[in-house]
């Protein structure tokens, strides 16, 4: 059972902490430096070959309109991964994919998909949808003529990727000055299905220096991708989940893709994780913890505070996906984390600041509406507890913007037994004390908001060692 602070002790707290604890000024208005939130900055990228088998899970609809009702817009979404550079076209063929494979949770070496993977994905999805398709196969031909169905198909088309990690294909792949590879597919592919190609898709190469090798291509490209796992389980690596989590950690990370996003959008296009998730090859053990639902937390702020404007968190194949949101054995622990944030982001966020200064392992955000106004912060405390020792909690105030002389505010908590915690070996997750998610990603329970004291103009919270927390302006 979880022990809130009570409301009494916070007013001790905040009397005997005030000299401590110097308050953090909240702006009261947006300042120009401030980040600005696309309606889908939590996105979701769902594996080629799974695609089909995602429509036919309940938890995929409601999780998706989980998300979206919270902001108020659909979820863009990405279907691509390593299989749509495995997959052939075949207009003939009635299923929307076709593959052998001996295990059912292997991803298949070879497929073939049809005209009705399209149409299931008109039908299915509410986003803006996003098609990857073949390019390391070298069969342009082929290409060009899913593409077009495509375009055909679903009229939420957003982009097209023509190639999935090119900077991974071998070396004696076809093909090779990947660069030179992707102008050529898009100056021959963009005259049947328009200018809307999402660019670079690399895991191990930064995009920046793709756009000027583009040259005059650049005016086929919508938006550009780059794939992102902080951590890899892969070639027995090793992963971690305090450092994972670590707020310090997630903002020198982040930072890297600030260039990136600039490169983008001077050549005036959009600037996306096209793929992304916590740790690659399995997921090491961490993926799937109440650490990494916090990651996503922080992750996603750190994002948009970078210029990167919609994180596709990757969604592998069914029932063998460590880092994956749902279809595992239940909801799993990270969806909390993705909940969370959207419910921080709400239908009313416009921009971000940060108000810590990175170095910390408490993170301060503020988001202001479309007028400028803060409406919400977030304290995302990643001080790593594991379940061993005494949880440590840390206060922190604030004053200025949106905060009156007295009163109450109040404020949402997000939080489990430990960091290691998995909702899928019984870890008992929760928002506002009592919501949880059921297997069909239903909501179960009841959020509640917990009263805090405003008090000489200054509102205190406390937030446990592994934990977040909103508060309402
Ligand atoms: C989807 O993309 C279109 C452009 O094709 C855009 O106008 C629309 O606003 C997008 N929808 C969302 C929810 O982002
Ligand atoms: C950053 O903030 C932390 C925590 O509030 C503080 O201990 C540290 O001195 C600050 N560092 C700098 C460079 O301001
Ligand atoms: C962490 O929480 C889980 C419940 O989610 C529990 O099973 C585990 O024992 C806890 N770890 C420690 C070290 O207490």
Redesign the pocket.
Known sequence: MLVHTRVDTILLLASSLAALVTAITVPTTAPSTASTIDSSLVAVSLEFFAFPGYTNLVSTGTCLANLQNLRGAPVAIRIGGTTQDRATYDPTLATPVSFTVASPTDAPTSLTFGPSFFTLAASNLDGNVTVGLNRQLNNQANTLSAAVQAKESIPQLYAIELGNEPDLYASTSPISADAASEASWFKAIAPSVGNIFQAAVYISWRTAPTIPLLGTSISNVRTVSEHSYPQSACNGATTNLQTLMSHSGIVSYTKGFAADAASAHAAGVRYFLGETNSATCGGGGISPT?GAALWIVDYVLQGALNSVERLYFHQGTIGDCQYCWWGQFTTGAPFYGAYFVNEFLGTDGAKIEMLDNGTGAVASYVLFNSAGTPVRLLVYNSNYF???GTRSSTSVSFTGGGIPASGTATALRLT???A???VD????VTIGGDLTFDGDCNAVGTQTRENVVVTGSTLTVTVQASEALIVYL
Do not use: C, I, K, M
């Not at 070996?425 to 008992?428: Q, T």
């Open positions: 109440f594991d379940g061993t489990g037994p430990n290691t915690s998995r070996e019984g870890g008992v």
